[in-house]
């Protein structure tokens, strides 16, 4: 596809459906997955390998358009479509296969695509594709488009604590509006080296009330650190609204891995 038909695709994309939302990402994925699925409950990764031109295309777009959803180019070019496929559905147990295929792009001239960009995209898609399953934990993180900045944050925060000081952190987050239980049971998994009776102590004593002057340091540090301010009616408005390529690839790889598994 040269470029000036591409600059025409996404002028036409544009027009006709707007801005991308995560939410229909992850369905959509979730539609091609059901179409695999088969009655054992297994399902069917027998994506054909698709020309190394429309893995490119594709790379241009995740990258380069990240405002578009897969939906609206896929529909458009129905090798788009296979190339999604292959990229989150026959990955999950064919790695190597699949990396091997995005690895012949650097021996290839395509317009629009640069071996930066495939360096990107590699390091990317090779992260999520080999990451371990998530904790449950992070079915309690209430912006998952978010959720990378939040669980780093989280993290940080409680890098070192045992008992007082993460009981605090992850209870102004739920405070917050970022996470919507600390209960020790729900949070024993993403951060194994707090010690049970002596968090629990300490968020019992959170529930009473009070202790602003621990909470208000860590609420400060959550802010400035993950990004997003409070309106008066408790709405958080993040920083930085705008979907980066790799907030996607969070979002879409630890939703596919809780689905595999």
């Not at 054992?40 to 990764?45: E, I, P, S």
């Not at 529909?75 to 990396?99: C, P, S, T």
Request: aromatic residues 10%; positive net charge.
């Amino acid at each position: 596809m040269a470029k000036d038909k591409l600059d025409e695709f996404y002028e036409s994309l544009d027009r006709e459906y707007g801005k991308s939302n995560t939410d229909k990402n992850i369905d959509y994925v979730m539609s091609l997955i059901k179409l695999r699925a088969r009655p054992d409950g297994t399902v069917d990764d027998s994506v054909p390998v698709p020309s190394l031109q429309s893995v490119a295309e594709v790379i241009i777009l995740i990258t380069e358009r990240p405002n578009l959803t897969f939906r609206q180019f896929c529909e458009k070019d129905r090798r788009h479509k296979q190339v999604v496929e292959y990229l989150f559905i026959r990955a999950r147990n064919h790695h190597d296969e699949v990396k091997g295929l995005i690895k012949q792009l650097f021996g290839k001239a395509f317009p629009g695509l640069t071996p930066k960009m495939v360096i990107s995209f590699l390091k990317i898609w090779e992260r999520f594709c080999t990451e371990q399953r998530p904790t449950p934990f992070v079915k309690a993180v209430l912006y998952p488009e978010k959720s990378e900045e939040i669980l780093e944050t989280l993290h940080f925060l409680t890098d070192g604590e045992i008992g007082k000081g993460a009981a605090t952190v992850l209870f102004v987050a739920r405070e917050e509006g970022l996470i919507s239980s600390c209960k020790y049971n729900d949070i024993k998994e993403e951060f194994p080296s707090i010690h049970q009776k002596a968090y629990n102590k300490e968020l019992s004593q959170l529930e009473i009330g009070g202790r602003e002057n621990f909470k208000q340091p860590i609420r400060a540090a959550l802010r400035s650190r993950i990004g997003y301010t409070k309106e008066e009616d408790g709405r958080i408005v993040f920083v930085k609204t705008s979907l980066s390529p790799r907030n996607l690839f969070v979002v879409l790889w630890r939703w596919l891995m809780s689905f595999f598994h």
